[in-house]
């Protein structure tokens, strides 16, 4: 209590304990910062204080159990996060130490500043980490590592990837379809081109693809329009810069089921192909196929698609360097006449970093993993969904 009889308050008590404590005074921070704790003990803060003070006096024990009480309080609070690793790393404990280390790094946020003591601490963390991860790939290479060199990469892809999240260098990208979720179906990024023994016939017409698409942007009457056409009103989200905007521009040759004649009339060798595709076919939202340009510099940002029923495959026709496009994790490189197949409902982005145009031939197909069964329910299903509706939700390709 203070001279009046009252119970000092715990702010008033932590003030003095800090005072104490930053003048040496530590048996007294340690008795201050007791009282504050009895007279609030629902504050992580109080409780990291005492803990401090507790350290400083060289009470290894009861610094160990108040660093405990913090985080009960709460589990996130970094600079008990990070004293309690230093402690336990100090008590030969490394790997309970790591676990610590990895919260603490997951609980801060990289763009907040931090001051340099704690930023000294947050490195030693991270330095840490990386040292465990690599003695880990270090025992791992020795275990399996000549296994996994004898094996096809594509036969072990999956094992790998296990490595990698658990050495928290990938990220577990779920798809996120925006109108239609069809449930157990495989989370693939790139599917395996053998899933569509096609792909060989549609990359063949590549030259012929690309010769009238060229034809149609000499002509310049072609239609192009700006992909992203949000009307006034909606919002427009991450497509602000977009939005209207012809750096992105698309021009149908199928839309939705629904041929664009004239088009198709001006570039009849890839009409002929579509029509020899097992694409799409599900009616009123497929299948839809076009050419798709983007302007240099021009940034498509991350997004996902509306349904995880369908696979959409990129066929590249004009393609500079500097060119990128991620789905989930992987990022690659479009190549002239070599299709990708990818489920667009795991959030992917696109850019053109180069000075020249890029052109990709849009189309879908089915998820492979949809039996013809389920196709053809598929079918009956939207069916009805528009029977009862003025229009139903079109599929975009985004």
Known sequence: MNSSGTRAPPAALNAAGLRALGEGRFAEAVT??????????????????LATALRAAGETAAEDKALDQALARDPYFA????????????????????????????A?????????GFAAGLAHARQMIADNDAALEARLEAAVGARLDAEPEAATERFRHCVEIGLGRRRVY???PLVLTYPYLPAVQFFDPGQFPWLERLEAATPVIR???????????????????????????QWAELNHSDAWAAQFLTQH???????????PQTAAVLDSLPLFDLPGRGPVAFFSLLKPHTHIPPHTG??????????????????????????????????????????????????????????????PALTALERDLLRDYVAALDAGADAGAMFSNA
Request: with cysteine; net charge negative; hydrophobic share 45%.
């Open 108 to 116: 801060v946020d990289p763009a907040v500043p931090v001051g340099p």
């Open 174 to 176: 779920h798809p996120q």
């Open 257 to 267: 089921g629904i041929d664009n004649a004239a088009i198709r009339a001006r570039c």
């Open 211 to 237: 010769a009238e698409l060229e034809t149609l942007l000499a002509a310049g009457d072609a239609g192009f329009a700006p992909y992203v056409d949000y009307p006034t009103g909606v919002p427009v989200n």
């Open 79 to 106: 600079p008990a996060l990070l004293a309690k690793g230093r402690l336990l790393e100090t008590l030969g404990k490394r790997t309970d130490s790591i676990g610590l280390y990895q919260r603490l790094v997951a």
């Open 32 to 49: 201050l910062l007791e009282r504050a704790v009895a007279a609030d003990d629902s504050a992580a803060p109080l409780w990291f204080n």
């Open 306 to 367: 509306a349904t995880n029923i369908r696979t959409i495959i990129h066929l590249p026709l004009i393609v500079p360097d500097h060119c990128s496009f991620r789905v989930g994790n992987d990022t690659r490189r479009w190549v002239a006449g070599q299709a990708l197949a990818f489920d667009d409902t795991i959030e992917h982005e696109a850019v053109n970093g180069s000075d020249h145009l890029r052109a990709v031939l849009i189309i879908d197909t089915w998820n």
